[in-house]
């Protein structure tokens, strides 16, 4: 007896209509440009966490790993409300956003992101230099710089702007009883895009009680994301360096110029999963 593969019910297909066909790639298009909004808020490293959590449970359900399948399904209600609390404000803008059809906006625009590579050296020279001049009068600065995780969210806490980094206007914006002294700036893409910025402050027990909010939030910055922070003290006018939620200080302008130039970008042209790191891949 001859057998045919359309006999077989693993070669069996069902029958794809050009509905069906327009279906799959509109779903596939609105998942694909909805991730690619996420990546541009602190809910991105979230969901990297989620989608390791579920190639594990998939992995020990189909190898039946009864203990990892055990421990992940019986915390998977608590962590989803957990997830929904500690994400409340993030999930609060998305559904203002859908109301305002902002959200649509996002998902149907093509802009092209460049990647940039980090700081430029002319850049790190004018932020070194400014917080050389502050320090010695003692005006006090919080200087965020982006990572590759992007920092929207702190940025719709202050003040939207884009201009050009430059000692000048780094002194102008710290000056005391300036509208734009109070808070943080942030720079990103060599560029200061926003000022009297909140951020959130460490809770953590181990730092030194001589520092203040200033010092304190710069880390919390820096334990929340992957930015870099530069402080300098209104008190002393000692110059700090924040990263990873370890603090340096006692800087002078040649080591903060070494510490600037060290967490550099990944280059364009490097081979590297783009989308994973939060970044678009550069057609």
Known sequence: ??????????????????????????????????????????????????????????????????????????????????????????????????????????????????????????????IVKSCVQMGKVKTGALIVIEGQMKLRDIERTGIIIDAVVSTQILINIFEKNTPLHDGAIVISKNRITAATCFLPLSDSLTISKDLGTRHRAAIGISEATDAVVVVVSEETGAISYVRNGHIKRELDAEKLTKLLSTPKRKKINQKKLALWKGKQKDA
Request: hydrophobic share 55%; net charge negative.
């Open 1 to 126: 007896m001859q057998v045919t593969f359309e006999q077989i019910p693993f070669f069996s297909m069902p029958t794809l209509e050009l509905g069906d066909i327009i279906d799959i790639f509109a779903v596939a298009f609105v998942i694909y440009r909805l991730i690619m909004w996420i990546k541009d808020t602190r809910t991105w490293a979230l969901f990297k966490g989620v989608f390791i959590i579920i190639v594990i449970a998939l992995v020990a359900y189909i190898l039946d790993l009864h203990t990892v399948w055990f421990i992940i399904s019986n915390t998977a209600t608590v962590g989803t409300i957990a997830i929904l609390v500690l994400f409340q404000p993030e999930l609060r803008r998305a559904l203002e956003q859908i109301g305002q059809g902002k959200i649509l906006g996002m998902i149907l625009s093509h802009e092209k992101q460049e990647e940039e590579e980090g700081l430029r050296n002319d850049t790190i020279e004018k």
